[in-house]
């Protein structure tokens, strides 16, 4: 099997067309509504948040992609359209009405997202004004001004797309996504799209996407803080002339997907450095997630990698809070190639050495819990001053 990376995001699937327009919606005045079209209505999955708080696109478009179909997804910054009761509800309802009639199909084959700042209703003449300018801008090479008109705090454009090849056939996979604070998923504040031309659809696709979400948007985290409005959604046309095997196809998804959540945490708010965090050891898959997601969690721990300081209680001391059961008596803890922790106590090592191995913009961290085989990587970030004063003054 082969994976080669292409151009185009989102658009990089024949037939797919894409847009990004300014609506009004963000008082910079920059492009804030985007439109992806797969042309005709295909073959459709969503991941979406399980914070107990959703907004209104959230509702929407789980209701519209159940039957497993979709044609096109609206998404705008600005506004998250979250905690606007039935009006807002009302709205993200006819913005897919609106765009269906643009489009020529029904409005059940729209989905929609939104991202921006919770509890602020979205100005509705202007955003409905938009859609007809979006729809008109729809075009093959649209895939980066869409990507940049759902940035938020982003400062980087986030998509790519890949082409898989194995004894069976060649599909193409592409996407585009934001995100850069207010992350920890299950799910978090990011928006994705992605596309393929594999036909994969009904119970299969839900598997794939559900499967490949867990292990690539699910294990990253810029601040812990989980979202109101995330959505990953897969639309797959069907249209490769010689589709790979399933397990290729997946690949495919799974290195989009991989690439997309890895950009949203180096773009993280504030972050200096991405940290590249390994458990191994473990008595299963699920514990080492767990014992990572508890690790990356802590403030005190992701401030101690903005000092580069090599603080290693802190990290045992943040996976003992988890839920994860182990014997502290059994890790060992490695900065880069420096092990500093063994059987739960401090090893000789340089602490220059060890600072070193914390100071550049990758790090590497390792946790062996020694009670098993299972691992898990799971990627986090940095917390810095600039990530306070980002989201000290996020609606002044």
Known sequence: MSLVELPGGVCATQGVTAAGVPAGLKPSGRADLALVDAGRPV??????????????????????????????VLLNAGSANVCTGPDGVALAEESTAVVGEAL???AADVLVCSTGLIGVPLPRERFLAGIPAVVTALSTEGGSRAAKAIMTTDTLVKQAAVRVEDTAGTCVVGGM?????????????????????????????????????????????????????DAVVVLATGTAANTPSLSAFKEGLAAVCGRLAESMVR????????????????????????????????VLVRTAFAGADPNWGRILAAAGAGPVAFDPGRVAVTFGDITVCRFGVVTAFDRGQAVAALSGREVRVAVDLGLGTAEATFLTCDLTHDYVTINAEYTT
Do not use: W, Y
């Open 43 to 72: 073959a459709a999955a969503a991941v979406q948040t399980t914070n107990q708080v959703q907004g209104a696109p959230v509702a929407v478009t789980a209701r519209h992609v159940a039957n497993g179909r979709a044609r096109a």
């Open 104 to 106: 020529g199909c029904d």
């Open 177 to 229: 996504a934001k995100g850069a604070g207010m992350l920890e998923p299950a799910m978090a504040t990011m928006l994705a799209v992605v596309t393929t031309d594999a036909p994969v659809q009904g119970p299969v696709l839900r598997s794939c996407v559900r499967d490949v979400v867990a292990h690539t948007f699910g294990r990253i985290s810029v601040d812990g803080c989980q979202s109101t409005s």
């Open 267 to 298: 773009d993280g708010e504030g972050a200096s450095k991405l940290i590249r965090l390994r458990v191994t050891g473990a008595r299963s898959e699920g514990d080492a997630v767990g014992v990572a997601r508890a690790i990356a969690g802590s």
